[in-house]
């Protein structure tokens, strides 16, 4: 029984330590992919065609020096990037092993559950930082990810139902069976595009809007704070990438298949970044709750007359 522990503890701990390397490199390839669609080079100094940029921007980021806030709730202030890479990272842990892992009987609710509480230390980090801009920027991601995460909800019922189980093992399984995104081809799209609003992606960053908010609601962050913040923002990215493998693109187990499908979808994320304009913040809403909202509705009661 102790082996077994000590063997699931040392798994999870090396796939925290991997997807803390995996965000590093992303933030490389985003810089590298922005910088072609812009045509400029990006960052090219910094070891062998930059590859060390994202450790020279860790080491640069932690020493640099931490805004104290005398008007701020200081506790709340620096507790929240902390739990915000927490919640991140807690997700991974329903990551269907083949072996060596904790076997979720209810992941999807687990998942369902964190996801959620994903949206309290964005509010918090806005409402200690004591600062408008920060507060508006809090206000509006909690708004639009709350209003996505309906959508992205519905979308998990409907696979469900179709498989019967909360186990994400199970329904790994399944999903390589079947094509599931011929079958569920426009809730893919909608688990997409919902996917770029839980994680305050562009065109959906509106808790960023430039000039508007400055930086949303780490606008008083910097140094250690703000890079915990956009760590777990990246892992986030790459969480819902995996996910939309796992659901629509018959990943099985843990294989360089799955790897590969799912640093396509995060290129993805990247890629709409560089070419998609900002959405107004009330056409945003309204695609929430008048298209996304609707549209799963209803293809959810189109699968329970499955049966």
Same mark, same amino acid.
């Given at each position: 029984?102790?082996?077994?522990? /000590?063997?699931?503890?040392?798994?999870?701990?090396?796939?925290?330590?991997?997807?803390?390397?995996?965000?590093?490199?992303? +933030?490389?390839?985003?810089?590298?992919?922005?910088?072609s669609?812009?045509?400029?080079? @990006?960052? %090219?100094?910094?070891?062998?065609?930059?590859?060390?940029?994202?450790?020279?921007?860790?080491v640069?980021?932690?020493?640099?020096?931490?805004?104290?806030?005398?008007?701020?709730n !200081?506790?709340t202030?620096?507790?929240m990037? /902390?739990?915000?890479?927490?919640?991140?990272?807690?997700l991974w842990?329903?990551?269907?092993?083949?072996? @060596?892992?904790?076997?979720?009987?209810?992941g999807?609710?687990?998942?369902?559950?964190?996801s959620? !509480?994903?949206?309290?230390?964005?509010?918090?980090?806005?409402?200690?930082?004591?600062?408008?801009?920060s507060?508006?920027g809090s206000?509006?991601?909690?708004?639009q990810?709350?209003?996505?995460?309906?959508?992205?909800?519905?979308?998990i019922?409907?696979?469900i139902?179709?498989?019967? /189980?909360?186990?994400? &093992?199970?329904? !790994?399984?399944?999903s390589?069976?079947?094509?599931?995104?011929?079958?569920?081809?426009?809730?893919?799209?909608?688990?997409?595009a919902?996917?770029?609003?839980?994680?305050?992606?562009?065109?959906?960053?509106?808790?960023?809007?430039?000039?508007e908010?400055?930086?949303?609601?780490? +606008?008083?962050?910097?140094? @250690?704070g703000?890079?915990?913040?956009?760590?777990?923002?990246?892992?986030?990215?790459?969480?819902?990438?995996?996910?939309?493998?796992?659901?629509?693109l018959?990943?099985? %187990?843990?294989? !360089?298949?799955?790897?590969?499908?799912?640093?396509?979808i995060?290129?993805?994320?990247?890629w709409?970044?560089?070419?998609m304009?900002?959405?107004?913040?009330? &056409?945003?809403?309204?695609?929430?709750w &008048?298209?996304?909202?609707?549209?799963?509705?209803?293809?959810?009661?189109?699968?329970?007359?499955?049966?």
């Amino acid at each position: 029984m102790v082996l077994e522990y /000590s063997i699931i503890i040392g798994n999870y701990f090396i796939m925290f330590i991997l997807i803390m390397i995996s965000v590093a490199f992303m +933030t490389l390839l985003e810089q590298k992919v922005v910088g072609s669609m812009q045509i400029r080079i @990006g960052p %090219n100094k910094t070891g062998f065609w930059g590859v060390l940029q994202p450790f020279a921007d860790a080491v640069k980021l932690f020493l640099k020096e931490n805004l104290n806030l005398y008007t701020s709730n !200081m506790m709340t202030y620096f507790v929240m990037p /902390s739990l915000s890479l927490m919640f991140s990272l807690s997700l991974w842990v329903v990551y269907p092993f083949y072996e @060596g892992g904790l076997d979720f009987f209810l992941g999807v609710l687990f998942f369902m559950c964190i996801s959620s !509480m994903g949206v309290y230390p964005i509010m918090f980090m806005g409402w200690a930082s004591n600062c408008k801009y920060s507060m508006m920027g809090s206000m509006r991601a909690m708004a639009q990810m709350i209003s996505y995460e309906v959508s992205l909800m519905m979308i998990i019922l409907s696979l469900i139902y179709i498989k019967g /189980s909360f186990n994400f &093992k199970e329904l !790994m399984n399944w999903s390589f069976m079947v094509i599931p995104l011929i079958i569920f081809f426009p809730l893919s799209v909608i688990w997409l595009a919902s996917s770029l609003a839980e994680t305050n992606r562009s065109p959906y960053d509106f808790s960023e809007s430039g000039s508007e908010l400055v930086s949303g609601f780490n +606008t008083e962050y910097s140094g @250690g704070g703000f890079t915990l913040i956009f760590l777990a923002e990246y892992s986030s990215i790459l969480f819902m990438s995996m996910l939309f493998c796992l659901f629509f693109l018959s990943s099985k %187990n843990i294989s !360089m298949i799955t790897f590969t499908k799912t640093m396509i979808i995060a290129f993805l994320f990247i890629w709409i970044r560089s070419t998609m304009p900002r959405f107004r913040y009330d &056409k945003l809403m309204g695609l929430a709750w &008048k298209v996304f909202l609707p549209i799963s509705l209803l293809l959810f009661l189109y699968y329970l007359s499955f049966y």
